[in-house]
């Protein structure tokens, strides 16, 4: 079996489709927006949110998150995966959303393909509470 060299892959998105192209120890950028400060981010749309630290996370903090009736929820906490209170998880949980907490780097990455795959997921971005390493998705 003979295979082609030279084949090249490039990711087709619309380009109203909100995807992150990088993140560093002082914010993530959604497409050539620079965010500071925590967001949730869709393939439609940009939210601030309120929510800065894992172990503050309560069960209202999702509710924006909620609000946008996502299939799946990628908390990203940061340099290092933390979890949330208990509470918090088995509440997304109770209303039928999967939730998954990643580090910032893993939830970037994941939150592209699905998104990209025309998946309804948010990326909840907990920002300024950790991100140590610049890195490029």
């Known amino acids: 079996m003979r295979y082609r060299s030279g084949m090249k ?3 087709e998105s619309s380009p109203h489709v909100r995807l992150v192209t990088r993140y560093a120890a002082d914010g993530l950028w959604i497409g050539a927006e620079h965010h500071t ?17 894992v172990a503050d996370l309560s069960t209202s903090d999702l509710g924006p998150i909620l609000d946008l009736r ?17 509470p918090v998880l088995y509440h997304a949980l109770a209303q039928e959303v999967g939730i998954e907490v990643m580090e910032i780097g893993g939830a970037c990455r994941t939150y592209n393909v699905l998104v990209g795959d025309g998946r ?12 140590s390493a610049e890195a490029a998705t």
């Open 70 to 86: 996502p299939e799946l929820i990628l908390l990203a906490t940061g340099a290092v995966q933390r979890f949330p209170p208990t």
């Open 120 to 131: 309804r997921v948010a990326l909840a971005a907990l920002l300024g509470c950790g991100l």
């Open 37 to 53: 400060t925590s967001v949730i981010v869709t393939a439609d749309a940009v939210r601030p949110w309120a929510a800065r630290s």
């Open 9 to 11: 892959f490039a990711q």
